[in-house]
């Protein structure tokens, strides 16, 4: 590990992989939140809009952090497939909760491959994700973030975890 900053000494790769995986998921999630907001009902539309906004400028937020890591700032796809058909308000709210899920877990993935504040941030960025879901859901998980926990609970006919999938 490099003392100074807490990484690994593979001269960050491993911590700008896992910060351009963040963005790629931020990105998936900005979009899923547009799709959220046009099917979520009228008494849930404040929390879905907020959460699009916070996800919107952690999305600005690590476009800066993969440059100053000395990266090209992953760009978003043209659309994200969904990981079931979102007809209603009960599906956006399946939705939300189901992208917050998707959040964690890359986000845990970075508090591992990240030093220092990063690594801080990441922790912070996995914990608002985790609070998202059980607020969506209304039921919360023992370990949010972790890949077991993702896989069990994903819904039949998701998505891959391709680009372009949410």
Known sequence: ?????????DDGRAELTAVQAALAAE??????????GGRIAGDRRKEAQEAYDGHRARRDSLR??????GGTPQA????????FPVPDAAAAVRLAAELEDRLAAVYADLVRAGGGVRR???AA???????????????GVAFPGLAERAAAAAPSGSASAAAGAL
């Open 1 to 9: 590990m490099d003392g100074r900053s807490g990484r690994r000494d």
């Open 27 to 36: 990105h998936a999630a900005v979009y899923g939140y547009g799709v959220v």
């Open 64 to 69: 800066r952090v993969v440059r100053d890591l």
């Open 76 to 83: 978003s796809a043209a659309a994200y497939e969904l990981p």
């Open 120 to 122: 801080k941030e990441a």
């Open 125 to 139: 960025a996995l914990r608002e994700a985790a609070v998202r879901a059980v607020r969506w859901r209304g039921s």
